[in-house]
């Protein structure tokens, strides 16, 4: 009876230690999600994925296409939207890389409760993404827009916006766990950073706008939008914001002046 204890523990154990990855997936298997979106519908909501191309981002072959695919599915709710994706990619959304998720203003002003508690809950995402809000926008037309400098546009914004609110203090970087904890405490409301759309060609979402110097659109991060509860209520100035941010110390080496007589001032890093 004792080595049948012995042999029945031994075996639990050699079980778990040799189990291995038992759900890894090959690299080759999987499309990369650097950037997300969400836009509310009439029966439910549209999610957005913007997936690595892997062809185009290879160094050592000649680049193909654009350097990202979006992605785009409907659902009662966010789960069964982003599993609808299988449908059109035969690779599965890896989200652990994911940089920034974009919420259209009708969804961020209907309330975004339901998207916190997905993407709090979901394991396969991390916590150090960032939201925006597309100002006056669809979360489709921001995803859409190809940016020049950085060739994946999902880390052109997350570097934009963690680098823009140290040297200007007209945006703040927000992500899952601060959004959470400051719509469930009391006394606190959240804001979230607007992104929006500068005037361009109208095939920005081409590969070929990218050839040209400044005839693309430009996506730019602009003020801050202010909730009650978990719903979007308005928008602060960029002097509003400006100040938000030193009251909160979120503002670290932004440039101000002083006039020290009526034509001449003092230009200075606080």
């Not at 050699?14 to 519908?41: M, P």
């Not at 652990?96 to 508690?117: F, P, Q, S, V, W």
Request: net charge negative; aromatic share 12%; proline share 3%.
């Amino acid at each position: 009876m004792v080595n049948k204890i012995k042999f029945i523990v031994f075996f639990c154990l050699f079980s778990v230690l040799c189990s291995g990855c038992w759900i890894s997936h090959e690299i080759d298997t999987l499309g990369i999600s650097i950037a997300a979106g969400i836009d509310l519908t009439e029966s439910g909501y549209t999610i957005y994925h913007r997936v690595l191309n892997p062809k185009a981002i290879t160094g050592n072959v000649e680049t193909v296409g654009a350097p990202v695919f979006l992605f785009t599915q409907h659902g009662d709710n966010l789960f069964s939207a982003i599993q609808k994706i299988a449908l059109e990619s035969p690779r599965k959304i890896y989200n652990a890389h994911l940089r920034m998720i974009i919420l259209g203003e009708d969804m961020a002003r209907n309330g975004i409760k339901d998207a916190i508690d997905f993407y709090m809950r979901d394991y396969e995402f991390r916590t150090d993404f960032y939201f925006a809000v597309a100002r006056n926008k669809t979360a489709r037309e921001v995803l859409e827009i190809l940016t020049p400098l950085e060739f994946i546009p999902g880390l052109n914004m997350y570097g934009s916006l963690k680098l823009s609110q140290d040297h200007t203090g007209l945006t703040k970087e927000v992500n899952i766990i601060d959004l959470a904890q400051i719509i469930l405490a009391d006394g606190h409301e959240p804001v979230l950073p607007g992104i929006d759309i500068s005037p361009g060609t109208p095939d920005s979402d081409n590969i070929s706008a990218m050839t040209t110097v400044n005839g693309g659109k430009r996506l730019f991060y602009n003020g801050l939008g202010f909730f009650c509860d978990d719903k979007l209520i308005g928008w602060l100035s960029g002097e509003e914001t400006l100040g938000f941010n030193y009251i909160l110390g979120n503002a670290k080496d932004c440039a101000e002046y002083v006039y020290y007589n009526e034509t001449d001032q003092i230009t200075f890093e606080f």
